[in-house]
């Protein structure tokens, strides 16, 4: 791959190109020639590292143009024209969004083919809060897609609104789908002594006729002075 980047740039050589000609090659070219590879496996540090230096000496000093200083830092060169950077693609946050496709498709599309092999093999992802559980026998891949997630999670949580649909597959606790809060950050003491603290939406309930009715459950009876913030959390819904 690096030496396919080497090889592509060696045919600029004899042109003649502006700052502004370079973003466009590194953007249209440099970065899509690595995609199939970065879109499979985390890359190692050291392959980030070389693929950022090729970019980073052909936007200051093109090919084989003598040696120049770079004028401002990299990663405000990657920052979008609008924060005033130059909109190249941080070549490792790109990396990240491209495997993280791979479990996004997995939780939208849980029927589909490959996702339940791999449902089968490492279990259903119901959402981004249990992708710390990995198996220590699972696959390089696989082990490179979650440790993409645990970088990037917090950042996902954020930005992912949550349709509960029939309550499936969003966690009650753990998940953030009231208000943008995790009802375990706002009722820590009461998630303590939750029945399943890992259980689902559609578990704390039942429906009665066409009305639902809250019902959550608990390892024991909570005590009187506790009563209050058990009908503080069943007024939040």
């Not at 084989?64 to 941080?90: A, F, H, T, Y």
């Not at 990396?95 to 449902?119: F, Q």
């Not at 029939?166 to 208000?179: A, C, L, N, S």
């Amino acid at each position: 791959m690096l030496d396919g980047l080497r090889k592509h740039l060696s045919s600029w050589k004899h042109r003649h190109l502006s700052i502004g000609g370079r973003v466009t090659l590194i953007n249209s070219v440099l970065n899509v020639m690595p995609i199939h590879f970065l879109s499979f496996f985390k890359a190692p540090n050291s392959v980030i590292k070389e693929i950022v230096t090729i970019q980073r000496a052909f936007l200051w000093r093109g090919v084989n143009d003598g040696s120049k200083i770079p004028l401002v830092k990299w990663e405000m060169v990657c920052k979008s024209k609008v924060e005033g950077g130059l909109g190249i693609k941080d070549v490792r946050l790109f990396n990240w969004a491209l495997i993280g496709k791979w479990v996004w498709r997995c939780m939208l599309s849980p029927g589909m083919l490959w996702a339940k092999v791999l449902h089968g093999r490492y279990g259903r992802i119901e959402s981004f809060s249990n992708c710390s559980n990995v198996d220590r026998r699972a696959s390089w891949w696989w082990k490179d897609i979650m440790y993409v997630l645990q970088q990037g999670k917090f950042l996902l949580d954020e930005k992912i609104d949550r349709c509960i649909g029939d309550g499936t597959r969003t966690r009650f606790w753990e998940d953030k789908w009231i208000g943008g809060l995790r009802l375990l950050d706002v009722f820590l003491y009461l998630y303590s002594f939750a029945f399943d603290p890992l259980s689902m939406v559609a578990q704390n309930g039942t429906w009665e006729g066409s009305t639902w009715v809250w019902k959550v459950k608990w390892r024991r009876e909570p005590f009187v002075h506790e009563v209050s913030s058990v009908n503080t959390l069943l007024d939040m819904f």
